[in-house]
């Protein structure tokens, strides 16, 4: 059965940094799309960053500098390393996943309904 497992989500203050791991085993990097997305409640869920099969990166304008995507291979694992959290990064933080690029006939990295594989998720609050 195909996992992915969040971890490392926490309540911090505001200015703090939180790494969020994916356990991802057997989740190939260079055939698999791989992203993090947030859901806070009452919102929609949005994407936080990607890196596509082809191992291009993307983010959410209101991450950009903040925050860094990366694999782990060592790890079999997908990273969100986050700084200079802020009150508004309060979420639940899924990891989600799906074969090919996301950009493919003409796909958006951070459209939700493209990818088929996803964790249960972690909790990010940031207080001020």
């Known amino acids: 059965q195909v996992r992915l497992v969040e971890s490392g989500g926490g309540s911090v203050q505001a200015g703090a940094s939180l790494r969020l791991s994916c356990a991802a085993p057997?989740?190939?990097?260079?055939?698999?799309?791989m992203g993090w997305f947030r859901q806070a409640p009452g919102e929609k869920r949005e994407g936080v960053a990607a890196i596509d099969s082809d191992g291009r990166t993307n983010y959410a304008d209101s991450v950009k500098g903040r925050f860094t995507i990366s694999h782990e291979n060592a790890e079999d694992a997908l990273v969100l390393q986050m700084y200079s959290l802020k009150p508004e990064d309060t979420a639940k933080y899924y990891c989600a996943s799906l074969r090919g690029s996301t950009l493919r006939n003409g796909g958006r990295w951070d459209d939700a309904r493209q990818y088929n594989y996803w964790g249960k998720g972690t909790q990010v609050t940031v207080s001020s």
């Open positions: 057997g989740f190939t990097p260079n055939i698999y799309s």
